[in-house]
């Protein structure tokens, strides 16, 4: 070869390369400034999260899940516009662990916020550094509020703002609860509620539950009359003033939990309908924000979930809710107090469908997480899972196979495989002398057994455990397995110096 020709060749390479650097530096100059535009508009076009978040309301209590005695449109148009879910599991059947368990991700036991809830005298609360939803939105560039009832710590260290939110409005724990010890409450049951409902202003005169402004006590006691419409302007304000970017608003009302209390425009002067008239009047604030999202533009860009923190409060007759089909309500853990309506609206959602399959509030932190594209950390393990597919109706089948139902006292009483339900059920005490006589006695008393197919006894009724003893025992093995892993990986709360 001559060397003419190796020099042609040298000359034609450089040339080559001087052109594919011109065409890559030409090709940046003019389209980057596109793709950043693009970047911007997919940051302004993040979905919103509004999650609504109601205190004992129960299965049976919504038009859309067959309430003939409560009047619900706008819960009812949003079901229309979205998906109903019905077997939509809370992890706890009382206050403080539901919350938990919604924020985090995890059965309230592996955070431990299992055991009750919290009082105004309690000195623990949610550790911060646990990885809330809003924690998570917030990383990724969202403006995150919480409107309404906290209940996972009332001291500085663990309140919203501690955990996540830009800001907070609310009560610290529930409405029945008093600054600062809990003392000199009024008389309880139905019949200490019809007298409360008889006279609006005892929200001031016989309640001293305090409202919040993110750190600081901004009025003592709440007029409870108004806080479930001021909670909602709140978060109509929260929504128009970060419309241009993405939002997260937490609204967990203090209602229907007792006492009930609407504004003296809208009360229904007898007591009988105390908690109608309360469902009714949530619902009519609800259906404001849902006009807002309309009005602000942001709606098609918005998810809604609406569900509840557990079932209905049945000792409270008349001031309690129902749970439908579904046997007893808050504190158990039968159906009634754990299974809860749950309506989803939001982009990609179909529109009037409902959902059958498992699914509960600890899925909610991973499934909103898939929704954005934004991995979780991986530093803890949670017990929820990603069901974006189910809420998108892309998915027929859950990913949840299972469901471990644990106490109001944080200890581990059922599980669910498929519509198998076992609930294994310790023998109550009645008293003290009882329960010293019981832990004397040599021999150890069984617990109750209980097996449900669910599939055919929503109700709970026939007790299926002695004719399937071989499903009892791979359940009851697989409840102390969930239970072991748990307990053994549990994290340390926030506990106040």
């Known amino acids: 070869m001559s060397l003419n020709s190796n020099s042609e060749k040298i000359t034609n390479l450089v040339l080559l390369e001087l052109w594919v650097r011109f065409f890559l530096i030409f090709t940046v100059s003019v389209f980057l400034p596109f793709l950043c535009d693009d970047a911007k508009g997919d940051e302004k076009t993040r979905p919103n999260f509004v999650l609504i978040f109601v205190d004992d309301l129960g299965y049976g209590d919504l038009g859309c899940y067959g309430s003939q005695t409560i009047r619900t449109p706008n819960l009812d148009r949003l079901a229309e516009q979205g998906r109903r879910f ?14 938990a368990a919604l924020l985090t991700g995890c059965y309230p036991k592996r955070v431990s916020m299992h055991q009750h809830v919290l009082f105004p005298t309690s000195t623990k609360g949610l550790n911060p550094t646990e990885h809330t939803i809003a924690d998570h939105l917030k990383k990724e560039g969202y403006a995150t509020a919480c409107f309404g009832k906290w209940h996972l710590g009332h001291h500085p260290e663990v309140l919203p703002t501690a955990q996540g939110f830009d800001t907070y409005f ?116 609800i259906g404001r924000l849902l006009q807002t999202l309309d009005d602000t533009g942001v709606a098609k860009n918005t998810f809604v979930i609406f569900t509840s923190d557990n079932g209905p409060w049945l000792p409270f007759k008349h001031h309690g809710g129902s749970a439908g089909p579904l046997r007893d309500g808050k504190g158990t853990t039968f159906e009634g107090g754990q299974r809860v309506p749950c309506v989803i ?62 106490t109001a006292q944080g200890e581990v009483e059922g599980i669910r495989q498929g519509n198998w339900k076992l609930l294994v059920k310790k023998p109550a005490v009645a008293n003290t002398q009882a329960k010293q006589s019981a832990n004397s006695d040599k021999k150890t008393q069984e617990p109750q057994l209980l097996l449900f197919d669910l599939a055919t006894d929503l109700g709970e009724q026939f007790n299926q455990a002695k004719t399937n003893p071989e499903i009892v025992n791979r359940l009851r093995t697989r409840l102390a397995e969930v239970d072991a892993e748990i307990t053994q990986n549990a994290r340390a709360p926030w506990v106040k110096p």
């Open 345 to 406: 609206r939001g982009p990609g959602i179909p529109a009037g469908t409902v959902c059958d399959e498992l699914t509960g509030t600890i899925d909610v932190l991973p499934t909103i997480a898939a929704i954005i594209g934004s991995p979780l950390q991986n530093d803890r393990k949670i017990d929820g899972m990603d069901v974006s597919r189910l809420w998108m109706g892309t998915d027929v089948q859950s990913p949840r196979k299972e469901f471990v139902y644990y």
């Open 86 to 99: 019905t077997s939509f599991m809370v992890a706890s059947p009382v206050c403080t662990p539901s919350r």
């Open 170 to 285: 609310g009560i610290p724990y529930s409405n029945d609860m008093n600054h600062p010890d809990n003392k000199a409450k009024p008389q309880g049951g139905a019949n200490g509620m019809d007298v409360l409902w008889a006279d609006p202003e005892s929200t001031l005169t016989k309640w001293n539950t305090p409202l919040f402004e993110n750190e600081k006590i901004v009025e003592l006691p709440v007029d409870q009359r108004t806080v479930t419409r001021r909670y909602t302007q709140k978060a109509i304000d929260f929504v128009k003033a970060n419309r241009e970017k993405p939002f997260f608003v937490y609204l967990p009302h203090s209602m229907p939990h007792i006492p009930l209390y609407v504004p003296d425009d809208v009360r229904d002067p007898d007591p009988k309908r105390a908690y109608i008239n309360t469902i009714e009047h949530i619902d009519t604030e």
